[in-house]
């Protein structure tokens, strides 16, 4: 079963810290993953996307890593601001020529000042 | 260069009411997805458009149904609302080919609520 299991559910951490966020998946064939922010009550927004051969890729204060041998994902926010409150979601496609896109429940970070 | 829109911004129906949600894509794009997100819970998938056509649909019941117009904009109908419909519905867009390789572009989504 396709699955995208993200961990922890939320996440407290006080301005200026870093975190990690874990993604495991169960997805297959694997095409591509993609880490995704969402403010609450917006639409989310695409942070990165890696492919089966990409194993890191950053965009800013974001860093998301992939070891597609364990299937497991994590998104690396260095020096938190508050503005990085919002939800963050990992999205899985699989490459079956047709749409097989799994998202992930999306885990909860707040930042406190 | 915009991006997804989507109309309206807030949307208040009462049980047994119709609703429709609008959403145009960023300009180039053919596929367009639907997705609902109840409070507090993940992106569900509800359907996929390309071209004019529904290429692909959730594990959602027949009353939620759409379509796709030739300039690529879409909405999304919702018959005999039941107050679970309440959500955040999403659209996103991407570029023609299968969904899963395109990236997809958000709109701001419509909040429905049913009362």
């Known amino acids: 079963k396709n699955q995208v299991e993200q961990s922890p559910q939320s996440l407290i951490i006080l301005e200026g810290k870093n975190c990690t966020l874990q993604?495991?998946?169960?997805?297959?064939?694997?095409?591509?993953l993609r880490w995704y922010k969402q403010d609450t009550g917006r639409g989310p927004v695409s942070l990165t996307i890696?492919?089966?051969?990409?194993n890191t890729k950053s965009n800013g204060r974001y860093t998301a890593t992939l070891d597609a041998d364990t299937k497991q994902s994590s998104l690396h926010i260095t020096a938190s601001q508050l503005s990085d409150s919002a939800s963050y979601i990992c999205?899985?496609?699989?490459?079956?020529?047709?749409?097989?896109?799994?998202f992930g429940a999306g885990t909860r970070l707040f930042v406190k000042a | 260069e915009a991006g997804v829109t989507q109309s309206p911004t807030h949307l208040i129906k009462t049980r047994g009411q119709q609703a429709t949600l609008r959403c145009s894509p960023i300009?180039?794009?053919?596929?367009v997805y639907w997705y609902q997100q109840a409070l507090g819970l993940g992106l569900q998938f509800l359907l996929w458009y390309d071209e004019g056509e529904e290429r692909n649909r959730g594990n959602f019941p027949p009353r939620f149904s759409g379509r796709q117009f030739p300039n690529y904009s879409s909405e999304l109908n919702v018959n005999a609302l039941e107050l679970e419909d309440s959500a955040l519905y999403l659209c996103?867009?991407?570029?023609?080919?299968?969904?899963?390789?395109?990236?997809?572009?958000f709109g701001p989504g419509t909040r429905l609520t049913v009362l």
């Open positions: 993604c495991n998946y169960t997805v297959s064939p694997f095409s591509n």
């Open positions: 996103a867009s991407s570029l023609a080919g299968t969904g899963a390789h395109n990236e997809q572009f």
């Open positions: 300009s180039g794009h053919t596929s």
């Open positions: 890696m492919t089966f051969s990409e």
């Open positions: 999205v899985v496609s699989a490459n079956t020529g047709g749409f097989k896109t799994i």
